[in-house]
């Protein structure tokens, strides 16, 4: 089986067939260095896109039902209609939905920490944007997002503009780039682990390579199925082994079931 061969039969799943085609190659042509027969690469290969991405999303996303909901919906961000909808859809994604229970006090005292914020890059967003009507972002401030799903930003696209938002979703790889572009606030909620089991060194090049002035991370204190036992201590020392003699000035906060760091380059 050759590179192309592999390629077309994970995409073939339809549950694959949606993500970022530069992600799929680069997991491929891992995989098919192993040397293991071609069953076993495309197995291995769903696996790992599963690992990193699926399994967030195990309740499964409407994107159509949701755009139709969506454009009957006032346009203010705190609007109780549009609040409703917006936890409703971020239930359907493992890490939103495990956020719900602290929204309001994740942004509160984050936000509290910072200067009024004018622009922010949502990297690895999974469905974070839909907390926009909980974060008090600047009047007329920019909001990007990117993740590895076309679906999921065009979606988030469309919700963002909803909104009368500057700014926008993108396609985006993090193991291909980090994107340039300055900005005030970047984050990466819950992504340092992922990005980790796809390239060891990711995680810090992504810290050091983002033009950004401030930089929300946060990590896990559940695993998926649930677990936590030594979860948060592990983040811990990694976070702070990962941003070691960088110089930066550093602010942790812990939630229930989200260890949190804002840092200032």
């Excluded at 900005?183 to 390579?209: C, H, I, N, W, Y």
Aim: charged residues 20%.
């Amino acid at each position: 089986m050759n590179l192309e061969e592999l390629i077309a039969q994970v995409t073939a799943n339809p549950a694959y067939a949606g993500i970022a085609a530069t992600l799929v190659r680069r997991v491929a042509e891992h995989e098919l260095a192993k040397g293991r027969s071609g069953k076993e690469t495309v197995k291995a290969v769903r696996s790992k896109l599963h690992q990193v991405a699926g399994a967030y999303q195990e309740k499964g996303m409407d994107f159509p039902s949701w755009r139709r909901e969506l454009a009957g919906l006032p346009p203010e961000p705190s609007s109780a209609a549009m609040r409703n909808f917006c936890e409703r859809v971020m239930k359907t994604h493992a890490s939103t939905r495990e956020r719900l229970p602290i929204l309001a006090d994740f942004y509160t005292k984050v936000f509290a920490s910072l200067p009024p914020i004018q622009s922010v890059f949502d990297l690895a967003c999974g469905l974070n944007p839909l907390a926009l009507p909980w974060m008090p972002l600047a009047d007329s401030a920019s909001y990007q997002a990117c993740d590895i799903y076309t679906d999921l930003m065009d979606f988030l696209g469309k919700f963002i503009s909803h909104l009368g938002l500057n700014g926008g979703a993108c396609l985006c790889d993090l193991t291909e780039s980090i994107p340039a572009q300055p900005v005030q606030l970047a984050m990466a909620l819950k992504t340092l682990p992922v990005l980790e089991q796809l390239e060891k060194d990711l995680p810090s090049r992504l810290l050091e390579g983002l033009n950004a002035e401030y930089i929300l991370v946060s990590y896990p204190g559940r695993s998926l199925g649930g677990r936590s036992k030594g979860m948060v201590t592990n983040y811990a020392a990694r976070f702070e082994s990962l941003t070691a003699g960088k110089g930066w000035q550093i602010q942790r906060f812990d939630f229930f079931g989200e260890l949190a760091y804002l840092i200032r380059k």
